[in-house]
């Protein structure tokens, strides 16, 4: 990843793909191949065991930090 | 025969036909007759359409009626679909905006265009585009599979059926190129997000709730004498979950037709908040995967041995005619959104990297959509015998091979998007190697339920290794080990040896490019890729 930023200081130039919260995108990735949190039947929900009803609820953190790095990292036009 | 339902699916699959042949004049462009605009609906789509077009391009009609069928059979196992469709996104995000970039900057349409200037060979590009096509084909021949299990469970039998379904489709993606399958994708999720949400509230309600629904199907497992199987992973598979998850999320925007897709888009801002808007589709496949379970509940049976017919077989017995109907039309068009972008891919494969590349070095870009509308024809029709002349049986163990193949595309396309580091010569050598690694891997799998002795699944036992273990690994993702590996000691050896390496056609800066620098369209109108 070791883009450098644009350093001609051209207006209007884009100015890179670098930003900490990035790093933030590495726990929707991790913690879902991570059956030990995961991999039992208690407790229930609605009925549902938690390995299943996590693993969906899984998908909540993806969609929250994606949106959290997009709207930092938009760029406005 | 199954009248009313019958009745509704040909309708709704006329209406939808009807939409193919008019997306030809939707957001009309001067001229058809190139890549840009056959190929990728001239690369101006907005957040919306490619929220449609993406989802209805990456969750296909076989995954809706394929991972219920996991579920109903093994248990478990069968949700890796769901971890799969959350890690991609965030993995993928950051890596996309810099491939839509560096495409537009260079006016590439394909993968393969993509290595062919940033490792200045074309033997590697050509390498990429083979992988990429041997790799879509099964997946489009299993689309079918989708529409002749809703089609079983109507009673409708033949192949005819199948064919004038398939030729319809071809005609309409000849004439409109992506417009169609991201016009009718409108339709196709809208379909299958109202099943969808009818059929988890419905169901459970009829069979008794949740709880019972999951009691009765560890009561299946418990009496199977197969191990692997159960409401929960066992020692032995959790491993298999992992990287079966992680190695498919990998692969996913490696398949050609997903950066179709991608490129289709506007700007980098588009695809950047669909990473965070497609996971609602991966809530619908953890919702699709769970009617797997209501099956067992419910006491339904597949169609002699085809588990696949499990998920139009719930519809049947539990949904009155009129809505089972629209379920079936859900699943059949949802099969006709992924069939024509996943042809339309194949089809740019060979008319850039390999028609352009090695048959006709001066093709205009009219010449070249020519081509590449001819051969989406011949890949439908291809896909088309393959259904019908060989067992479907072997288009699964097929599209188990692409999804390994496709992933030893990874450190040339995927990697190479961060790093020039690589030299070509590495990048082949591991190729190949990955390649040889993957197939002997997939050959010494054994599926006892299904009697096959090669080929019988991704789970490979690390037992044969010579570990003394239970433990099993995807094979995919072994393999893409071996690719690594390779690549990177051929790199070593290839500068040891002083090998000449290609020349990079791209520029830092070209990877953060956006719509809207002017040095974008300068270069748009003077730079073909090459």
């Known amino acids: 990843m070791a883009t450098p930023d644009r350093r001609d200081g051209r207006s209007g130039a884009p100015t890179g793909d670098r930003s900490p919260l990035n790093w933030l995108l590495l726990l929707p990735i991790a913690i879902p191949l991570l059956p030990p949190l995961f991999n039992a039947v208690e407790p229930r929900l609605f009925g549902i065991p938690l390995f299943y009803w996590l693993q969906l609820a899984f998908i909540v953190l993806g969609v929250t930090t994606t949106t959290l790095v997009y709207r930092a990292t938009r760029r406005n036009r | ?530």
């Open chain 2, 1 to 530: 025969m199954k009248t009313t339902e019958i009745v509704i699916f040909t309708l709704l699959f006329l209406l939808v036909s009807g939409l193919g042949f008019v997306a030809a004049r939707w957001r009309r462009p001067d001229d058809l007759a190139n890549l840009n605009e056959w190929g990728l609906g001239g690369r101006g789509f907005g957040g919306w359409i490619t929220w449609f077009l993406v989802g209805g391009d990456l969750y296909t009609a076989y995954t809706f009626v394929a991972v219920p069928a996991l579920i109903f059979g093994a248990g478990a196992m069968g949700f890796y679909a769901v971890p799969y469709t959350v890690v991609v996104y965030p993995m993928v995000m950051l890596v996309l905006v810099r491939l839509w970039s560096v495409s537009h900057v260079h006016n590439l349409v394909t993968p393969a265009d993509f290595v062919r200037v940033r490792f200045g060979s074309p033997t590697l590009a050509l390498l990429v585009a083979i992988t990429g096509i041997v790799a879509t084909m099964p997946y489009i021949a299993l689309q079918l599979i989708g529409i002749e299990a809703v089609l079983k469970t109507m009673g409708v039998t033949g192949d005819l059926p199948l064919i004038i379904a398939f030729a319809i489709l071809a005609a309409y993606t000849y004439q409109s190129g992506l417009r169609a399958p991201a016009l009718i994708a409108f339709v196709k999720d809208s379909l299958i997000y109202l099943v969808i949400l009818v059929a988890i509230v419905y169901i459970p309600a009829k069979l008794g709730g949740w709880a019972s629904i999951f009691d009765a199907a560890k009561a299946k497992f418990d009496a199977t004498p197969a191990p692997g199987d159960g409401i929960t992973l066992n020692a032995n598979n959790q491993l298999q979950y992992v990287t079966l998850a992680l190695g498919s999320a990998l692969a996913l925007f490696l398949y050609p037709h997903s950066v179709t897709g991608i490129l289709a888009s506007r700007d980098r801002n588009v695809i950047k908040r669909n990473m965070s808007a497609l996971p609602a589709y991966s809530l619908l496949l953890g919702l699709i995967a769970l009617l797997g379970y209501m099956a067992i509940a419910a006491g339904v049976a597949p169609i002699g041995k085809d588990n696949n017919t499990i998920t139009p077989q719930l519809f049947d017995k539990l949904f009155p005619d009129w809505f089972a109907g629209v379920a079936f039309a859900a699943i059949g068009i949802g099969a006709l959104v992924p069939a024509a972008i996943m042809s339309i891919a194949a089809a740019n494969l060979f008319a850039r990297n390999i028609y352009r590349e090695y048959l006709n070095r001066d093709a205009t870009p009219a010449q070249e959509a020519r081509v590449s509308k001819i051969a989406s024809l011949v890949v439908k029709v291809g896909a088309v015998l393959v259904i019908l002349g060989i067992d479907p049986q072997f288009s699964i163990d097929l599209q188990l091979i692409g999804g390994v193949i496709i992933l030893q595309t990874l450190p040339s396309v995927g990697l190479g998007l961060y790093t020039r580091w690589f030299h070509r010569g590495g990048l082949i050598a591991g190729w190949a190697a990955g390649m040889a690694a993957g197939m002997l891997l997939l050959y010494n799998i054994a599926n006892p339920a299904t009697k096959h002795e090669h080929f019988g699944g991704s789970a490979f036992p690390l037992e044969k290794l010579g570990f003394d273990t239970k433990i099993t690994i995807y094979a995919g993702f072994l393999a893409l080990i071996v690719n690594l590996v390779v690549a990177v000691l051929g790199t070593f050896v290839a500068r040891a040896l002083r090998s000449a390496d290609g020349p990079d056609g791209t520029r830092p800066e070209d990877y953060f490019a956006d719509k809207g620098d002017p040095r974008v369209h300068e270069l748009e109108t003077t730079a073909p890729a090459s």
